[in-house]
């Protein structure tokens, strides 16, 4: 499995990092912080034969990544396991969805998790994982509490291999920042 990700801007990094602190914290479900997950928006996720050939398809849809804001307003829930931030899904978002689902679906031997087709992807930002039931309704009050709409700005895509998690690739602004 190869994820196609969107990465934020600092201040963005610093306020979704403080929202997936407090769940943790608050929870005790550190699945985030434990697996060094950092805040990120996968645009897609998919299966290739090596990483050689999915570096090449990472290279071939960069050159159409651009950078620009989302508005994050709402918060949300997979059931049972995920609380997320909710990403209103504009007409930049589904463009570079569009765009990366067609290098990808062009390429025989790539199988795209159904989840990322063009018009069957929901943008969000994982605040909690794994959570129990017990776990999600604490965090939904904790959100509840602590989330505030927010305008952020996307400023590098990354290639990587999760589990465990390993970037092959980034294009963009650098991600380090300061918490």
Not at 9 to 37: R, W
Not at 61 to 86: N, Q, R
Not at 124 to 142: N, P, R, S, W, Y
Request: overall charge negative; aromatic content about 12%.
């Amino acid at each position: 499995m190869y994820l196609i990700t969107a990465y934020f801007d600092n201040n963005t990094n610093i306020k979704l990092q403080h929202l997936i602190d407090e769940v943790a914290m608050t929870t005790g479900n550190d699945f985030m912080i434990k697996n060094d997950v950092v805040p990120h928006m996968t645009i897609s996720a998919f299966e290739q034969r090596s990483d050689e050939r999915a570096i090449q398809l990472f290279d071939e849809v960069a050159d159409t990544f651009k950078y620009d804001d989302i508005m994050i307003p709402s918060i949300g829930v997979f059931l049972p396991y995920v609380i997320y931030a909710e990403v209103v899904l504009n007409e930049y978002l589904q463009t570079t969805v569009s765009d990366v689902y067609d290098v990808l679906s062009q390429d025989g031997e790539t199988r795209i998790n159904k989840y990322y087709y063009t018009f069957n992807w929901i943008p969000h930002i994982t605040i909690g994982k794994t959570l129990d039931k017990v776990q999600l309704q604490e965090a939904f009050k904790v959100l509840q509490d602590k989330f505030q709409p927010m305008k952020a700005t996307i400023v590098s895509f990354g290639l990587s291999k999760p589990n465990p998690m390993r970037n092959l690739r980034i294009c963009g602004e650098d991600l380090r920042y300061e918490m």
